[in-house]
């Protein structure tokens, strides 16, 4: 079983291999990137239809 002390430091040592290895993901920001990314993906029908019928 291991100690407090040697989880703390092996997650240290995870820490200093990746640093963002605990960040929680972001969240999609919609009006950040409404032009680059979904604008052209309304130009397909099928997209369109998914918007619509889950926006009801």
């Known amino acids: 079983m291991k100690t407090k ?3 703390a430091a092996e997650k240290d040592r995870q ?3 990746n640093p963002f290895a605990n960040n929680k993901p972001r969240k999609f920001d919609f009006a950040r990137n409404w032009r680059r990314r979904i604008v052209p993906l309304l130009d397909d029908l ?3 239809r998914c918007l619509d019928f889950g926006m009801m």
């Open 5 to 7: 002390r040697k989880k």
């Open 15 to 17: 820490k200093a291999r």
């Open 46 to 48: 099928a997209v369109k």
